[in-house]
């Protein structure tokens, strides 16, 4: 099965903005500019670093992802973004508290250069947060204008031939699709309305589709996951995907939960704790951010373990997922993982895990990666939901119809599958079987 159609070149600069000028937006900006400066290596980037197998294994064929398929070169993204606080990319990231001097020294002329713009903001989705650089209108539909006006006025200012948006604001309370979502009718009115089902995150997304530009949700919010943007960014040709960033816990769960389920070994329980002590933490130290985070937390283990399919070994897992605000740690965050297992004849058995991770450092490189990822759908005539980019997000948006894919290893399949697909090479099935005829 080959794709047909071409893909036009990443020609021209590439705009990325942020709703959010934080931890991760900073790093990820201070990270392509210290890569670009040849300073740093973008690792945890697969674009960047990856390879991707193509042909028969005798071929010998594994070229660079950024080799194989045409993607935008890092010296042309220009950054740009919102915050309801006024600080530059600087003061953000050296508030942020993750690079060293060193690094942010190094990206300072470019950090300080990135001014955010007013935010669409609403403190009944983020209780946590009292900034006062936000955007004034007498209603949301009036704010997502003001957003669609800032992104034709970043394009233009800044020349770039085409845009990317990735939502790396903080977490929103917790919404569940609702009648005001379903067509763009509704939706529309319910903005005039100021419904409050309507959160900024949505009027980030809606402005991004209505202006073209493709959009990632770095977080768990509900944003682009109802049918009115998801048909309007159908309508406009625009790719979507999301939705929250998969880095530390949930990273390390999916990678060992399919290991589990490959050798039949049941779980009977999967406690998860974190401390962590940045802006995020403080957000989600409120109970309606939390519930987000919590619902998308929880979701991995239940799709990956199958627990229909196999009653004996997961049907009756405990699952449970804790976060405390710990102002010490800041952006280090630490997890703990008691997973409690069994085996042959169903003795018992315990693994603990204790990952001191960087929240920051792990989300950085996929920020990157998703740009350039949606970037290249784009130019490839994608549109709509791109469920071969779940490899990136611990709640992955996918079809109503079917359930979310969340094996790691199934997602890259699925990832690299797509590029050789878009590029017209054969799909890797590894069946193998003709290396022994
Ligand atoms: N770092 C990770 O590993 C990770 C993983 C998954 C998801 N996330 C999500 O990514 C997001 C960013 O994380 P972070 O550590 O950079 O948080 P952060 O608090 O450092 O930055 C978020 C920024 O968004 C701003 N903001 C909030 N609402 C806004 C709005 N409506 N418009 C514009 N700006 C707004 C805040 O003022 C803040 O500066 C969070 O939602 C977090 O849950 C992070």
Request: hydrophobic content about 40%; glycine content about 6%; charged content about 25%.
């Amino acid at each position: 099965m080959k794709k047909s159609a071409k893909i036009a070149p990443a020609k021209g600069s590439l705009g990325v903005l942020t709703p959010g000028i934080g931890a991760v937006s900073t790093t990820f900006m201070a990270g392509v500019e210290l890569v670009r400066q040849r300073a740093a290596l973008p690792i945890g980037s697969l674009t960047q670093m990856g390879t991707i197998r193509l042909g028969k294994r005798t071929e010998n064929r594994a070229p660079r992802i950024r080799k194989f398929v045409p993607l935008a070169d890092l010296k042309d993204i220009v950054f740009g973004g919102w915050d309801l606080f006024p600080d530059s990319a600087f003061e953000a990231a050296s508030k942020a508290g993750v690079l060293d001097a060193q690094h942010l020294s190094k990206a300072a002329p470019l950090l300080k250069k990135i001014q955010p713009m007013k935010a669409a903001f609403d403190q009944n989705f983020v209780r946590n947060l009292h900034g006062k650089h936000v955007k004034k209108a007498k209603n949301k539909f009036d704010l997502a204008e003001q957003l669609r006006d800032d992104i034709r006025e970043f394009k233009k200012r800044t020349k770039v031939a085409r845009t990317v948006m990735v939502w790396c604001a903080s977490t929103e309370v917790f919404l569940k699709p609702e009648k005001v979502h379903a067509t763009l009718d509704d939706f529309e009115r319910a903005m005039k309305e100021n419904h409050p089902a309507v959160a900024p995150s949505m009027l980030y997304a809606y402005a991004a589709i209505q202006e073209g530009v493709p959009f990632a949700n770095g977080a768990p919010n509900l944003t682009a996951e109802i049918p009115a943007l998801v048909h309007l960014a159908k309508e406009k040709n625009v790719p979507i995907c999301g939705k929250d960033f998969k880095t530390g816990q949930t990273l390390m769960k999916t990678i060992l939960s399919p290991g589990f389920k490959a050798r039949m070994i049941g779980v009977s329980g999967w406690f998860s704790t974190n401390i962590l002590g940045n802006r995020d933490g403080e957000v989600l130290d409120d109970p309606g951010s939390f519930k987000t985070k919590e619902e998308s937390k929880l979701g991995a283990l239940e799709y990956i373990f199958q627990p229909k399919l196999y009653p004996e070994l997961y049907a009756k897992l405990y699952h449970k997922v804790r976060i405390n605000y710990y102002p010490p740690r800041g952006d280090n965050k630490e997890g703990w993982d008691n997973i409690d297992i069994f085996g042959w004849l169903n003795y018992p058995m315990q693994i603990k895990v204790d990952f001191l991770c960087r929240d920051s450092i792990l989300a950085a490189p996929i920020v990157l990666d998703l740009c350039l990822f949606l970037d290249l759908a784009q130019r490839a005539g994608l549109r709509g939901i791109q469920e071969w980019l779940s490899f990136y997000f611990k709640s992955p948006m996918c079809a109503p119809e079917l359930y979310p894919e969340h094996d790691l290893f199934i997602q890259l399949m699925k990832l690299k599958n797509t590029l050789r697909w878009m590029m017209g090479e054969e799909l890797i099935t590894h069946l193998g079987a003709e290396y022994y005829d």
